[in-house]
């Protein structure tokens, strides 16, 4: 059985997750299905990012340790996870001893790549990042993420170093042993690598910072929080002995935002180098989902919660919005006049009206029998290359293409007046083809929406109709 060994961004834990987080997790897990469902072994991982600054301060200010503070908003991830409905195989999380322990002997395994410097320069505490001079004075000397002045420091650090790398790094993705889409993602982090990168700071000194992992052989340091962070994809295999390390590594696909892109194709290719380990084989980088046409924002008020959504719409409607209606390649948008249009246009009037209606004529055309159910042959092809692509829109349009289809071959045949002329062979014939659509439409957004999926396999796949309680997708009047 061929392996397939995916993962997601780990979200930092300083605040609550928002419906920018669920991507990662949506896309991820719509790949594992999809791949379990074509006959792959599939080890899906995801976790939290849990040292560093920012939940030290954070904690401090909610006047908890930051370990208390990380197990609290550590759990609303998990839980989010679950309320996706997302299979996740692993979850890591970078307070885990076996994490630490794992990350110790990488620091030492990347060694002759690691010197001890002094650093004078400018941080981002919301990033935990460094910035130069130039990039600073573009900013006007504030973070345009976190909208705080940065902070002059001047320590000593370990760094690693990243400028030997640059060569290396530019020659896999330019021949796409290691490849990035979109293509406009590949030719950023490209034109980032003709400048040259520059050695990266892989420590902070405890004085300044004591929630972190401590540096192997020096107890003033703790190790960098991205550095740390990354680690995770190996360490959740568990790097370097254990064998399911020797069985998935590499990745066969790792989904991030645009936000983390320089970590991940740059930083993160260097430390896999470094180590002697081969790179991920495709890197999907997303956009990012305003609300209501704006950045969200407390101060505007358009924050929304998964939760909220969910409550409303149902896990799979909300799974099929932000497949279909964010785009996979650009930025995206979602407005509540949005997830009520394609709730009630899409999922309720055509695919669950399709399924409703066939139901029902099967019941009192044929008392519910189907009998034999002759296998679709539609084109799949163009949906396959879709997800290949992480197009996860684009390969719901192809199904929404077929569902359209069914629709439409029962508006054409009219299955009503069939019965009435009494030709029960034709009758049976166009029924039992249009119930074979519904079980290949099914076996095609199980990745999507599973719930969905096997609702429609259990009305249909046994020969004889089993009707719902109620629709699949009940009429939603506007939340305002």
Request: proline letters at 5%.
């Amino acid at each position: 059985m061929t392996k397939f060994y995916i993962t997601t961004a780990i979200p930092y834990v300083n605040a609550d997750p928002h419906i920018g987080n669920v991507l990662d997790f949506i896309y991820a897990d719509i790949q594992a299905r999809y791949h379990r469902q074509s006959g792959f072994d599939v080890i899906l991982s995801t976790g939290t990012d849990e040292h560093g600054s920012k939940i030290a301060e954070k904690a401090k200010e909610a006047g908890m340790t930051p370990d208390k503070f990380a197990d609290k908003h550590t759990k609303k991830f998990v839980d989010l996870l679950k309320l996706l409905n997302v299979s996740n195989d692993r979850l890591i999380r970078t307070t885990d001893k076996g994490h630490q322990q794992r990350v110790q002997i990488i620091w030492k395994n990347l060694s002759k790549y690691i010197y001890k410097g002094k650093y004078s320069g400018l941080y981002c505490v919301g990033c935990e990042e460094f910035v130069t001079e130039k990039v600073a004075k573009a900013n006007n000397m504030m973070c345009p993420i976190h909208n705080r002045p940065y902070e002059k420091l001047e320590e000593e650090n370990y760094f690693f170093a990243l400028s030997k790398f640059t060569d290396p790094i530019k020659a896999a993705i330019k021949d796409e042993t290691f490849k990035i889409v979109p293509e406009t993602r590949k030719n950023e982090i490209l034109s980032l690598l003709e400048s040259g990168l520059e050695d990266i700071s892989v420590s902070r000194p405890i004085d300044k910072l004591n929630w972190g992992i401590p540096v192997p052989g020096d107890s003033k340091q703790v190790v960098y929080v991205w550095l740390d962070a990354l680690l995770n994809y190996i360490t959740v295999l568990g790097y370097p002995e254990h064998k399911d390390f020797a069985t998935y590594w590499p990745a066969d696909m790792q989904i991030i935002g645009k936000d983390i892109i320089r970590f991940h194709a740059a930083f993160w290719s260097a430390i896999l180098m470094a180590l002697e380990l081969p790179l991920p084989k495709l890197l999907y980088v997303h956009g990012m989902v305003e609300s209501e046409g704006q950045k969200m924002s407390k101060t505007i008020g358009n924050v929304v919660a998964p939760s909220d959504v969910i409550d409303k719409y149902g896990v799979d409607a909300y799974r099929y919005f932000f497949a279909r209606h964010i785009s996979s390649y650009d930025d995206g948008n979602f407005s509540w006049d949005m997830m009520e249009a394609a709730y009630n246009n899409e999922l309720a009037n055509e695919l669950g009206n399709a399924v409703s209606r066939i139901a029902a004529m099967v019941g009192k055309y044929q008392n519910n029998v189907i009998g034999d159910i002759p296998p679709a042959e539609h084109d799949i092809h163009e949906y396959q290359v879709a997800l290949e692509e992480c197009r996860f829109d684009r390969a719901l349009d192809v199904v929404w293409e077929q569902v359209r289809g069914v629709n439409q071959y029962i508006d054409t045949e009219k299955p009503w007046v069939i019965n009435k002329d009494g030709d029960g062979a034709h009758l049976w014939e166009v029924l039992a083809y249009s119930i074979s659509c519904l079980l290949e439409i099914a076996a095609l957004i199980k990745p999507f929406m599973p719930d969905t999926a096997e609702k429609i396999e259990h009305i249909f796949k046994d020969g004889v109709v089993r009707p719902l309680d109620k629709s699949l997708f009940p009429k939603e009047e506007s939340k305002k």
